[in-house]
């Protein structure tokens, strides 16, 4: 059965980091794709940053340069680093997962993903 677990969230004042995981479990093989997303109340979700199992990446403008997202496969988790977090950070950040093909341009694409996890909740005060 396969497991996308998130953890890693709380509150931090403005300027603040966290670092998010996504523990993966119940996959053969790891998934090409993993993707981080977060929906704040009333929003939609929205991409974050994603990353594919060669090491290619990619960012929402509104994160570059402040977030990283990483992989560490004998782990099997997949993280977030976030860094000068803003109060419009705050948001459930929600790990993602696919095994098939997304072209570039739709990585960071939350319909382009078929396993999520729960979520975990950030929350950056100002």
């Known amino acids: 059965q396969v497991q996308l677990v998130e953890s890693g969230g709380g509150s931090v004042p403005s300027g603040g980091s966290l670092r998010l995981s996504c523990l993966v479990s119940?996959?053969?093989?790891?998934?090409?794709?993993m993707g981080w997303f977060r929906q704040a109340p009333g929003k939609e979700r929205e991409g974050v940053a994603a990353?594919?199992?060669?090491?290619?990446?990619v960012y929402a403008d509104s994160v570059k340069d402040r977030f990283t997202i990483s992989q560490d496969n004998a782990k099997n988790t997949t993280y977030l680093q976030m860094n000068s977090l803003k109060p419009e950070d705050t948001a459930m950040y929600y790990c993602?997962?696919?095994?098939?093909?997304?072209?570039?341009?739709?990585?960071?694409?939350?319909?382009?993903?078929?396993?999520w996890g729960q979520g975990t909740q950030v929350t950056v005060s100002s």
């Open positions: 993602a997962a696919h095994t098939r093909f997304i072209p570039r341009q739709k990585q960071l694409g939350p319909n382009e993903y078929d396993r």
């Open positions: 119940g996959y053969t093989y790891l998934p090409y794709y």
């Open positions: 990353l594919d199992r060669d090491g290619g990446v």
